[in-house]
């Protein structure tokens, strides 16, 4: 088979990029089509890999602020030219689905959500921190357009994969098409050996890593804790990031972005995970059962299928710092066993994910040759 990859942009890392760096591993020899490409914010992994970029990439600040592009974005994958290629494996999470192929490419869309601020959270984001008057004025009208090409840029897609029986239910809604889930990468290995230099339950914080933007709920965890005066550490940087230390008591300690070797250590020797958002997937509550730590996590999204209540974990509703802060205020570390924490995070692996992903490419290839030798 001969390859491609689409994803929207490499500008930052989060788990969409992990996934593209997997599918690289699965198909080393395949390209990498996406919007722009910043290699100063992605892994290094990225950086002799042949990435193929849209004209975006030479707009003003198109490197920075691309999202600032996405009017712009559904005729840019548009103008990727695939068709010398067998299989198109996008990873989609806005507008990569969206490409053109041929009646001989088999495209397969790896789909982390449809696309959220068009569909579910469209209210949250428009009425959230940060939207003044031109943004409420211009983006209803924006979106009424993305989102009919979202929907009809759907069918385009031969093969659905959702990370998630969460975004699997939200595909069948918005795009009235079926998908299989196969859950995302988690690199389980690297956080199951904890240093032995740091003992299970050494740590009194509770911890976060997340992206400090507003749909991630971390107001929520801030005021809780404020009020509890118990110390929380966040990791993590983002436009709330201000916000969120004006709000905060002395207890909670906002350390900004850290290595992996630190967050690991930082997993390691928490009380607790705290996740208070409603994630389609949510690696970092898995990362941290890797860790052999329990999550306290919004009883919601793809939490529901990654924490088991009373072994890995427990839930709170409804989602208020009131609610969030009851459950802490319960909690007891003892209560739970972390190899029996870490043996549950141990299918998530990353190993299983690239065998799953591989035998359904590849599954899926036999059966559309098939079908054309049959000329159906």
């Known amino acids: 088979m001969k ?22 591993e699965i198909f080393p020899d395949a390209p990498i089509y996406t919007t722009v490409y910043n290699p100063d914010r992605v892994d290094p992994a990225f950086h002799n890999m042949d990435i193929r970029t849209s004209f975006i990439q030479r707009l003003p600040r198109g490197r920075t602020a691309y999202q600032s592009y996405l009017p712009l974005m559904p005729t840019a994958v548009e103008q990727f030219d695939l068709s010398s290629y067998d299989v198109v494996l996008s990873s989609s999470h806005a507008v990569a689905k969206g490409v053109l192929t041929g009646t001989n490419t088999l495209h ?108 991630k709920r971390i107001d929520l965890a801030v005021e809780a804790f404020t009020g509890l005066g118990l110390p929380l550490k966040v990791a993590g940087d983002g436009p709330e990031r201000r916000r969120l230390e004006e709000m905060a008591g002395p207890n909670v300690e906002f350390l900004g972005r850290v290595s992996d070797a630190e967050m690991k250590k930082l997993y390691t020797g928490c009380k607790a995970f705290i996740f208070p958002g409603e994630e389609d997937f949510g690696i970092t509550p898995v ?12 009883g919601a999204g793809g939490a529901l299928e990654t924490v088991l209540p009373g072994v890995t974990g427990e839930f709170f509703q409804p989602r208020t710092a009131e609610a969030l802060a009851g459950v802490v205020s319960r909690f007891d570390p003892d209560e739970y066993r972390p190899e029996v924490i870490r043996r549950h995070a141990a299918g998530f692996d990353r190993e299983l994910f690239k065998q799953r992903i591989q035998e359904f490419v590849e599954e899926r290839y036999r059966e559309f040759q098939e079908i054309g030798r049959q000329g159906l």
């Open 287 to 298: 990362e941290a059962q890797a860790a052999g730590r329990p999550v306290i996590a919004y």
């Open 108 to 215: 397969i869309t790896y789909c982390h959500t449809p696309m959220r601020y068009a569909w579910d959270f469209y209210h949250e984001y428009l009425d959230g921190p940060g939207a003044g008057r031109v943004k409420r004025l211009l983006i209803p009208w924006l979106m009424n357009y993305i989102r009919m090409w979202d929907r009809l840029s759907a069918d385009r897609v031969d093969y659905f994969i959702a990370n998630s029986g969460y975004v699997a239910r939200r595909i069948k809604k918005h795009y009235r098409r079926e998908s299989e889930v196969i859950y995302p990468p988690v690199d389980t290995a690297f956080f199951a050996a904890p240093d032995p230099a740091v003992p299970v339950n050494a740590g009194d914080y509770y911890f976060i890593v997340s992206r400090l933007i507003p749909y």
């Open 3 to 24: 390859v491609a990859i689409v994803h929207e942009w490499l500008a930052n890392m989060g788990g969409s990029e992990k996934v593209v760096l997997a599918f690289k």
